[in-house]
């Protein structure tokens, strides 16, 4: 356990649904994460939020949308996916972001599959 | 822009033996790098941290070593075990002019420990 949760585990969705993703992280930690990890290539870095604030968007396209409440909470919001949107979606948390290379704890992600 | 390269994507290895996972970098003006585990449908763990001042660090029978001048870390497992069966990623961090990590990760090697 690295003290972040990610609910669902796994999820399967049509291209017209509107679902979301929760993470959740008990560290303390002031900075959250969302990754894409889709086969066969590198982690991409979508949404980095720092004390609740949005600080780094990387082109991600506008059927994505997350949202911060607060610093233990990070959410990531889905509407009309498309099928190269499956993937498995990476939530992670670090103490800072800015000012040092904080190490950066991952949950398990979730496998979001679209149909 | 940085890119990572980890080779081989994969190897399959007998219960015992040593081995040496490569990943090479383009920028070599890194702030740190950091070797991560991830098993199959789950999170990354984190393994080893290296800082662009140390040139390696061991945890175990794991041994990383950085050479930023040629672009490259290895990560060394002494007598390998079927537990140690999983992808290994490495992810390099860049510090940009306004402080922000920039992290790269690779694709990774998947590693089959056979008993």
């Known amino acids: 356990e690295t003290g972040v949760t990610q609910t669902p585990r796994h999820l399967v969705m049509g291209m017209t649904n509107k679902k979301s993703l929760k993470c959740e992280q008990h560290?303390?930690?002031?900075?959250m994460y969302w990754y894409k990890q889709s086969a066969k290539k590198p982690l991409e870095l979508m949404f980095v939020y720092n004390f609740k604030e949005q600080t780094e968007n990387n082109s991600v396209p506008s059927r994505f949308s997350p949202e911060c409440p607060n610093s233990s909470h990070l959410f990531l919001h889905l509407h009309t996916l498309q099928p190269e949107d499956s993937a498995l979606y990476l939530c992670a948390s670090s103490p800072f972001y800015t000012g040092g290379a904080y190490e950066q704890y991952f949950g398990p992600g979730t496998r979001l599959t679209v149909t | 822009k940085q890119e990572v390269t980890q080779i081989p994507a994969a190897l399959s290895v007998p219960e015992g033996e040593n081995l040496v996972l490569n990943c090479s970098f383009t920028?070599?003006?890194?702030?740190?790098l950091q070797w991560f585990r991830q098993d199959p449908g789950k999170g990354l763990t984190s393994l080893l941290l290296?800082?662009?001042?140390?040139r390696e660090q061991t945890s175990g029978r794991l041994n990383a070593s950085l050479d930023k001048s040629s672009g490259r870390s290895t990560l060394y497992i002494a007598a390998s075990q079927p537990g140690d069966s999983a992808t290994y990623l490495c992810a390099v961090r860049l510090m940009n002019s306004g402080g922000y990590q920039k992290v790269t990760f690779g694709i990774g090697t998947k590693l089959q420990v056979i008993p």
């Open positions: 560290l303390g930690h002031n900075a």
């Open positions: 920028d070599s003006a890194i702030y740190n």
């Open positions: 290296i800082q662009s001042s140390q």
